[in-house]
């Protein structure tokens, strides 16, 4: 990584901002020196210099809602610093998800799942559920999709939620890795719906 150019900060101290690396969505704003910055790099928990306490402050030291260090990145000039964080809850001391009140909820997640399907699908590990569906070819893997589509509807004539939920994940599952079998991302799905949409 680049090194922060701290001198063009006022008080030596830059803004961070923090996104969750899955979702994308920002979580909150603060301001690090450099001490703020090598502790997040020996931690992994993201610290800043809080201005109103004039010392170091580890996110979650007394909510235990920390923010887990996934990556850092510094913007064109260095004196500004992105961080991609795992947030272990809420990140605003309100309870909120954000600091702007904003839920952090997103398909992100999905994109995540699919590069763990394209892994295991190239991987070579012979105990990979998911290698074995590729391998066993694109009739087997529409045949788990439709075997899923199948109990998703008789669990939505139940009235058990949590094994219609845990379905419903299967079938999102199984479908995913359909899509991959035929070339596609569940993106190339979202862009037609939002076509029709219009």
Not at 58 to 65: L, M
Not at 85 to 103: F, I, L, R, S, Y
Not at 123 to 152: H, P, R
């Amino acid at each position: 990584m680049e090194v922060p150019n701290f001198s063009k900060g006022e008080n030596g101290l830059l803004p961070a901002i923090v996104q969750d690396h899955v979702t994308g969505k920002v979580l909150m704003l603060g301001y690090m020196d450099q001490a703020a910055l090598d502790k997040t790099h020996d931690t992994g928990k993201v610290t800043f210099f809080s201005r109103s306490k004039n010392r170091l402050w580890t996110k979650g030291e007394t909510s235990e809602n920390y923010l887990n260090l996934i990556d850092i990145k510094l913007d064109c000039d260095q004196d500004a610093i992105l961080i991609k964080a795992k947030p272990d809850g809420p990140t605003c001391h309100t309870g909120a998800d954000t600091c702007w009140n904003e839920k952090n909820e997103s398909i992100g997640f999905i994109a995540e799942l699919e590069k763990v399907i394209e892994g295991r699908k190239n991987g070579d590990s012979e105990k990979s559920y998911v290698k074995s569906l590729f391998d066993k070819g694109i009739n087997k893997i529409a045949q788990k999709v439709g075997e899923e589509a199948v109990e998703v509807v008789i669990e939505a004539k139940d009235d058990n939620e949590e094994l219609f939920l845990n379905e419903s994940a299967d079938l999102l599952f199984h479908y995913l890795i359909l899509l991959q079998a035929k070339g596609y991302k569940l993106q190339d799905v979202v862009k037609i719906l939002e076509g029709r949409h219009q």
